[in-house]
């Protein structure tokens, strides 16, 4: 607003300068006409008494016929006295009138003419300094100092340019300052992957050594360290799989294809997913809802959430318990529910649930604490969120989709 202001204040004083230039020019040319005026009305009032004292019997009417008639003779009676009516000017106070005029308007048109440049030299003088701000501010952009702010907002060129320069500074900022938070948490991202898979690592170094040193081990022992061997990889598979799935949502490189899908279809082939998983501990999965319920989503990624979720409660599930999976749809959105009958989650674990690679202390040790981190990302990707509530009896995972 400064920088508008003083944009109007410099219009607002040319326009004022202006209008007094116009004034005092048409009171000069008044004043000049009325000292002719007064010159003329002077003269020819002698004239007048001289002819009324040679001439007493001419009438006042023939006297003003004379003054305010167009010419009445073609004759040119002041030549002989060596006036020019056309060049020379028959009363010499009038010419010393003209000069005394001349002189006043010239410096009129100075004085004008030099409060105009004044005020263009302090508006130029202002854009010369509103452009050396500027340029240090660039410099200083230059600097990697983005510790700047601009007060002046306006519509003038220079301040349409501030105004672009400080919102490529914030842009900056922000960029630098998320640079700095992306490479922290990378730094601690690596930190969790490392440890992550350190452990299944020296589970199967420490394997394949036993095997190694015992070559004789009788066929069950080996059929049990390769039957670990292959878990510990399928853990580390998955890990690793999770990470990738994670490192393309941190990089915005996925583009989700999102359609209308029943819902009833993204509950089925999910379940289809932890099949196997459920007969190894005995689990029924009842799935309850209004079948003409749709969703609008990414149909794999979602199914990868909804997955991962019910793979949780699979975790934290006792054998032969069941998990219970209602949806629902309404005007505002769709939700669907997952419910499991196990432990609960803990106080202290439910709001560290989502985070990457946090494991809860009733999570099973085959857990890498990476699934509902993404089940999380991908459904706030599709406009929705997740949420927990938790009891002695079990945990019910909501999720919603808004419209």
């Given at each position: 607003?400064?920088?508008?202001?003083?944009l109007f204040r410099c219009l607002k004083i040319i326009f004022i300068a202006s209008v007094c230039i116009l004034l005092i020019s048409?009171?000069?040319?008044?004043?000049?006409?009325?000292?002719?005026?007064?010159?003329?009305?002077?003269?020819?009032?002698?004239?007048?008494?001289?002819?009324?004292?040679?001439?007493?019997?001419?009438?006042?009417?023939?006297?003003?016929?004379?003054?305010?008639?167009?010419?009445?003779?073609?004759?040119?009676?002041?030549?002989?006295?060596?006036?020019?009516?056309?060049?020379?000017?028959?009363?010499?106070?009038?010419?010393?009138?003209?000069?005394?005029?001349?002189?006043?308007?010239?410096?009129?048109?100075?004085?004008?003419?030099?409060?105009?440049?004044?005020?263009?030299?302090?508006?130029?003088?202002?854009?010369?300094?509103?452009?050396?701000?500027?340029?240090?501010?660039?410099?200083?952009?230059?600097?990697?100092?983005?510790?700047?702010?601009?007060?002046?907002?306006?519509?003038?060129?220079?301040?349409?340019?501030?105004?672009?320069?400080?919102?490529?500074?914030?842009?900056?900022?922000?960029?630098?300052?998320?640079?700095?938070?992306?490479?922290?948490?990378?730094?601690?991202?690596?930190?969790?992957?490392?440890?992550?898979?350190?452990?299944?690592?020296?589970?199967?170094?420490?394997?394949?050594?036993?095997?190694?040193?015992?070559?004789?081990?009788?066929?069950?022992?080996?059929?049990?360290?390769?039957?670990?061997?292959?878990?510990?990889?399928?853990?580390?598979?998955?890990?690793?799989?999770?990470?990738?799935?994670?490192?393309?949502?941190?990089?915005?490189?996925?583009?989700?294809?999102?359609n209308e899908f029943e819902i009833q279809k993204l509950i089925d082939e999910s379940v289809k997913n932890v099949s196997s998983l459920?007969?190894?501990?005995?689990?029924?999965?009842?799935?309850?809802?209004?079948?003409?319920?749709?969703?609008?989503?990414?149909?794999?990624?979602?199914?990868?959430?909804?997955?991962?979720?019910?793979?949780?409660?699979?975790?934290?599930?006792?054998?032969?318990?069941?998990?219970?999976?209602?949806?629902?749809?309404?005007?505002?959105?769709?939700?669907?529910?997952?419910?499991?009958?196990?432990?609960?989650?803990?106080?202290?674990?439910?709001?560290?649930?989502?985070?990457?690679?946090?494991?809860?202390?009733?999570?099973?040790?085959?857990?890498?604490?990476i699934g509902l981190s993404l089940s999380q990302t991908i459904v706030n990707e599709d406009n929705g969120y997740i949420s927990v509530?938790?009891?002695?009896?079990?945990?019910?995972?909501?999720?919603?989709?808004?419209?």
């Amino acid at each position: 607003m400064k920088n508008q202001v003083k944009l109007f204040r410099c219009l607002k004083i040319i326009f004022i300068a202006s209008v007094c230039i116009l004034l005092i020019s048409t009171l000069l040319n008044r004043y000049e006409y009325n000292e002719y005026k007064v010159n003329y009305n002077e003269k020819l009032n002698d004239i007048v008494v001289l002819l009324e004292k040679e001439y007493p019997n001419i009438s006042k009417d023939e006297l003003i016929t004379i003054m305010n008639s167009k010419n009445l003779s073609n004759d040119d009676a002041l030549k002989k006295y060596g006036i020019d009516l056309k060049k020379d000017s028959v009363m010499l106070k009038n010419d010393d009138t003209h000069n005394k005029f001349v002189i006043i308007n010239a410096i009129f048109i100075i004085l004008s003419l030099s409060t105009l440049v004044i005020i263009f030299l302090i508006y130029e003088k202002y854009k010369v300094k509103e452009i050396n701000s500027i340029t240090h501010y660039i410099e200083q952009l230059n600097k990697k100092n983005y510790d700047l702010s601009i007060d002046s907002i306006s519509e003038d060129e220079l301040s349409i340019l501030k105004n672009e320069i400080y919102k490529t500074t914030v842009m900056l900022k922000e960029t630098a300052e998320n640079s700095l938070a992306d490479k922290k948490n990378i730094k601690k991202s690596l930190e969790d992957i490392s440890h992550q898979i350190k452990t299944p690592l020296t589970s199967i170094l420490i394997i394949l050594d036993n095997l190694i040193d015992n070559p004789n081990m009788d066929k069950e022992t080996q059929s049990d360290f390769i039957r670990d061997i292959k878990r510990e990889v399928t853990n580390i598979n998955f890990l690793i799989q999770s990470i990738l799935k994670l490192s393309k949502f941190d990089a915005n490189t996925i583009d989700f294809i999102k359609n209308e899908f029943e819902i009833q279809k993204l509950i089925d082939e999910s379940v289809k997913n932890v099949s196997s998983l459920c007969d190894l501990k005995s689990i029924d999965i009842n799935i309850s809802g209004d079948k003409k319920a749709k969703v609008y989503c990414d149909f794999k990624w979602q199914v990868e959430a909804i997955t991962n979720i019910i793979k949780n409660c699979i975790d934290h599930s006792e054998n032969g318990s069941k998990i219970d999976i209602e949806y629902e749809q309404n005007r505002v959105y769709s939700a669907i529910r997952i419910k499991d009958y196990g432990k609960g989650i803990s106080r202290k674990d439910l709001p560290h649930i989502f985070e990457r690679f946090y494991k809860g202390e009733n999570a099973s040790n085959d857990s890498v604490g990476i699934g509902l981190s993404l089940s999380q990302t991908i459904v706030n990707e599709d406009n929705g969120y997740i949420s927990v509530d938790t009891s002695n009896k079990g945990s019910t995972f909501t999720i919603k989709y808004f419209k």
